[in-house]
């Protein structure tokens, strides 16, 4: 018996959000996987610029007025907490 067969409809699934997206807006992934966007969501793959917003102290995808610091080592999106960065040489 296939061990890789899941019946029936899949309700939700999480997935990298392939650009910036917005909660109730449809949302392609790719060339052949499309969906609703459950919540806000910016996108910054593996080796995405890190910035340190020094106003509000903290780093982000954000260019604008800040100061990049290095690149982000894994996905991230605008409702995380934390992220891993991996800083580069000026910054240390």
Request: without cysteine; hydrophobic residues 50%.
């Amino acid at each position: 018996m296939a061990t890789n067969f899941v019946q029936g409809a899949v309700d939700t699934f999480q997935v990298a959000a392939p650009h910036a997206v917005v909660s109730g807006r449809v949302v392609v992934v790719g060339t052949n996987l499309f969906g609703v966007a459950l919540s806000n969501a910016d996108s910054a793959a593996a080796g995405a610029s890190a910035y340190w917003d020094n106003t509000n102290s903290q780093i982000t995808l954000s260019a604008t007025s800040n100061t990049k610091i290095g690149v982000f080592a894994a996905a991230v999106s605008n409702t995380d907490t934390t992220a891993t960065v991996i800083l580069n040489n000026a910054a240390l």
